[in-house]
């Protein structure tokens, strides 16, 4: 279907997982609860992603380019969350508004692979 990789796509959110594992907020016991939000929002995101049959998604299959489709919308509102700096992501989250996540380099590094 068009362009999209399903194997690129779903190695993509790999890395961007990877990158919120090793990102030292979001190791427990003391894990950030914006950078927490964001991993479990990417995390959920691929699951979906995996469930795809690569095969009805090239076919064209409406509910596999949906579920596709979805993905990379979620994808794109996860980088905009991750850019955030306004401190409206952290007052929707239970963080400090006044002192926003960093997300750090890596994190946004992988994030704007999706975009």
């Known amino acids: 279907m068009g362009d999209i990789n399903l194997q690129d796509l779903s190695s993509k959110m790999q890395a961007l997982l990877d990158a919120f594992e090793a990102h030292p907020e979001c190791q427990p016991p003391n894990t950030n609860p914006t950078i927490f939000f964001v991993y479990d929002f990417v995390r959920n995101t691929h699951n979906q992603l995996k469930k795809v049959d690569a095969a009805k998604f090239a076919a064209g299959d409406s509910a596999a380019v949906g579920v596709v ?3 990379r919308g979620r994808n794109n509102f996860a980088s ?3 850019n ?3 401190g409206k992501m952290a007052l929707m989250t239970g963080g400090d508004p006044s002192n926003p996540a960093d997300f750090g380099a890596e994190v946004k590094a992988r994030a704007a692979d999706l975009a």
């Open 80 to 82: 905009l969350l991750i």
């Open 84 to 86: 955030d700096t306004s």
């Open 69 to 71: 489709n979805e993905a």
